[in-house]
């Protein structure tokens, strides 16, 4: 059975930085690129940065693209998200998602629980 | 960006009856090169991640119930469950996957009339 448990979300001041982590079992995880999707309170979800199966490749969206970095280690089966520069808008609860092929992120078959991110003064 | 535009935000459906959910992308995700159009559909429950019900517009995932079927293609693209249950009372969302950044519709509530 495929789990996925995120790990370190938390509240930061504006302005601060925060790691997530993802820890990956039941199934072969350097096989699989890997995302980060995120849902702030009452709202939809939004898709944040996506990762090849071997880390060779990153993708991000907009709203984080220069402020967050996404990374693997497969020797560990973890998956995570560097976030800097944290802003007010940036507060959500962060999944992990595991996507069903090794290159470019397309659609997820697996999602953690996630992780409440909270960016506050 | 492609920007996913789904209708109506909310659906209330009696028991047995059929919903329909409408989903509309700014551009085309359908891939001429295979045929394949780049979209899926999720389920959300409240307190839970989203779940996997289609993919490539129309495939559904292991495990959903055939109630549960996606079609369209290009731009205009339409989940329905044929008769609704109790448990189906969620948040669907689709998903374009054709090119980065990815981007998903903007929810539409299903609820019991």
């Known amino acids: 059975e495929v789990q996925l448990l995120e790990s370190g979300g938390g509240l930061v001041q504006p302005g601060g930085s925060l790691r997530l982590s993802c820890a990956a079992s039941?199934?072969?995880?350097?096989?699989?690129?890997m995302s980060w999707v995120r849902q702030a309170p009452g709202k939809g979800l939004e898709w944040v940065s996506a990762?090849?199966?071997?880390?060779?490749?990153?993708w991000y969206g907009d709203s984080v693209k220069g402020r967050f970095t996404i990374s693997r280690d497969n020797s560990k089966n973890t998956l995570y998200l560097q976030m800097s520069s944290l802003r007010a808008e940036d507060t959500a609860v962060y999944y992990c998602?595991?996507?069903?092929?090794?290159?470019?992120?397309?659609?997820?078959?697996?999602w953690g629980q996630g992780t409440l991110v909270t960016v506050s003064s | 960006d492609i920007v996913m535009t789904q209708s109506p935000d909310s659906l209330p459906v009696s028991l047995g009856e059929r919903a329909t959910i409408n989903c509309r992308s700014s551009?085309?995700?359908?891939?001429?090169?295979?045929?394949?159009?780049?979209l899926g559909w999720y389920q959300q429950k409240p307190g839970q991640p989203p779940k996997l019900l289609i993919y490539?517009?129309?495939t559904r995932e292991s495990g959903v119930p055939d109630r549960f079927s996606g079609s369209g293609s290009g731009t205009d693209f339409t989940l329905t469950i044929s008769s609704l249950q109790a448990e189906d009372v969620a948040v669907y969302y689709c998903?374009?996957?054709?090119?980065?950044?990815?981007?998903f519709g903007g929810g539409t509530k299903v609820e019991i009339k």
């Open positions: 998602a595991k996507d069903l092929y090794e290159g470019s992120p397309y659609y997820f078959d697996s």
């Open positions: 490539w517009a129309s």
């Open positions: 990762i090849s199966s071997g880390g060779g490749l990153t």
């Open positions: 551009q085309s995700v359908l891939y001429s090169s295979n045929s394949k159009n780049y």
């Open positions: 998903q374009q996957y054709y090119s980065a950044p990815l981007t």
């Open positions: 039941g199934f072969t995880f350097r096989s699989y690129a």
